[in-house]
T-cell receptor, first 114, second 114 residues
């Protein structure tokens, strides 16, 4: 069965510093990959997704993620974070079955400090 | 604008009571999902439905029940059999069979047992 691993439960970082949130998935079959962001007491919002084509995908607020098939990874990066980026980030992958159910990681709390 | 509406935002339940969480969408999505979120545990799937009048158990269905009488609505009942119901509950929807779409989430309901 497909699984997603986010090894870091919390990542503290200073404002304007770069950050990388790690995500690894288990399946070698064709997958679609997603990053979602959750602000306190809110639902999840789609940040970016990889479907096919270019392995580097970008969001409108400066985040990017690179699909690495050989390492089964989809790490999220931002070169310079802001206080407003403080949130929980979830990596997700399609389950590979007949439905399009998503399998979610346990989340990484990005804590940006001034 | 289309979206998912969850109500109420906050809900308090006495022990032994059943409560129902509402989830309504106007996106014309076939598939709908209920997740439970606890700190440090990510999202755990409770129930999902791919079509009206049909639904399947997720990973933690015990103590919960759902119905899907209309395409737009997927209410979740937390029964007295659920021993630890205090959590944040998220509803989501997606286009059935479309793996590149991902999910749209509601803003969540926080349930507290008093």
């Amino acid at each position: 069965a497909q699984s997603v691993t986010q090894l870091d439960s919390q990542v503290p970082v200073f404002e304007e510093a770069p950050v990388e949130l790690r995500c690894n998935y288990s399946s070698s079959v064709s997958v679609y990959l997603f990053w979602y962001v959750q602000y306190p007491n809110q639902g999840l919002q789609l940040l970016l997704k990889y479907l096919s084509g270019s392995t580097l995908v970008e969001s409108i607020n400066g985040f990017e993620a690179e699909f690495n098939k050989s390492q089964t990874s989809f790490h999220l990066r931002k070169p310079s974070v802001h206080i407003s980026d403080t949130a929980e980030y979830f990596c997700a992958v399609t389950d590979g079955g007949a439905t399009n159910k998503l399998i979610f990681g346990t989340g990484t709390l990005l804590a940006v400090q001034p | 604008d289309g979206g998912i509406t969850q109500s109420p935002k906050y809900l308090f339940r006495k022990e032994g009571q059943n409560v129902t969480l509402s989830c309504e969408q106007n996106l014309n999505h076939d598939a709908m999902y209920w997740y439970r979120q606890d700190p440090g545990q990510g999202l755990r799937l409770i129930y999902y439905s791919q079509i009206v009048n049909d639904f399947q158990k997720g990973d933690i269905a015990e103590g919960y029940s759902v119905s899907r009488e209309k395409k737009e609505s997927f209410p979740l009942t937390v029964t007295s059999a659920q021993k630890n119901p205090t959590a944040f509950y998220l509803c989501a929807s997606s286009i059935q069979g479309n793996r590149n779409y991902g999910y749209t989430f509601g803003s969540g309901t926080r349930l507290t047992v008093v």
